[in-house]
């Protein structure tokens, strides 16, 4: 149990349909992620938080919009997806060295993903 | 950010230490080195961070060398269950994203 969950777990979708994927921490975190994992592929960031403020979109297709109500929740949007969109789907937060100054990238903490299928 | 480059992927046995090394030669000055740990369909975990020389922990030990380029990660007397994709990532902290490469695909055989 890392402190950060994901519902749904798995989820099923037609290419015509509207779903979202939802994250929660409960770490007290400033930064969430989304990142897709599909099969036999590198990690791949989507979307960066900071302080609910969105700082990357890593050239994702609109069909993925993310949405970032509160510094604990963390949603994607998905419509119109394609088959090749079927991949994992993680959640990670951490916390944001305030400092200014150098130090090691901030530990990044996973949910379990959720693992989608567009048919 | 500076790019990783580790072995695809090893094999090794119950009880023996095995040692994964990660090539990062264009490590910046203020970049540390970090290893995270992926077992099948579920999220990486954090295993440990240096940024010179070594450090060790629960888990497992990271090896730098003086010049920084490149980096190894030990993992004493391993089990079945250390059977995992194994991450190198350089960074700083002041960057709000990192970049996971392809990793190394260990397998632990009985």
């Known amino acids: 149990e890392t402190g950060v969950t994901q519902t749904p777990r798995h989820l099923v979708m037609g290419m015509t349909n509207k779903k979202s994927l939802k994250c929660e921490q409960h770490?007290?975190?400033?930064?969430m992620y989304w990142y897709k994992q599909s099969a036999k592929k590198p990690l791949e960031l989507m979307f960066v938080?900071?302080?609910?403020?969105?700082?990357e979109n890593n050239s994702v297709p609109s069909r993925f919009s993310p949405e970032c109500p509160n510094s604990s929740h963390l949603f994607l949007h998905l419509h119109t997806l394609q088959p090749e969109d079927s991949a994992l789907y993680l959640c990670?937060?951490?916390?944001?060295?305030?400092?200014?100054?150098?130090?090691?990238?901030?530990?990044?903490?996973f949910g379990p993903g959720t693992r989608l299928t567009v048919l | 950010l500076a790019k990783t480059t580790q072995p695809i992927s090893m094999d090794s046995y119950e009880g023996q230490e095995v040692n994964i090394t990660c090539s990062h030669n264009?490590?910046?000055?203020?970049?540390?080195i970090t290893w995270y740990q992926q077992f099948p369909s579920q999220g990486p975990r954090f295993i440990i961070q240096?940024?010179?020389t070594k450090v060790t922990n629960e888990v497992a030990s990271l090896f730098i060398p003086a010049d920084r380029k490149s980096s190894t990660l030990s993992l004493p007397r391993v089990s079945l269950s250390d059977t995992a994709v194994y991450y190198c990532?350089?960074?700083?902290?002041?960057?709000?994203?990192?970049?996971f490469g392809k990793g190394t695909r260990l397998h632990i055989l009985p």
């Open positions: 990670a937060s951490s916390q944001l060295g305030t400092s200014g100054g150098p130090g090691g990238t901030d530990t990044q903490y």
């Open positions: 770490l007290g975190h400033n930064a």
């Open positions: 938080y900071n302080f609910k403020e969105q700082t």
């Open positions: 264009n490590i910046a000055t203020n970049d540390y």
């Open positions: 240096g940024y010179k």
């Open positions: 990532l350089v960074g700083d902290r002041r960057n709000d994203k990192i970049i």
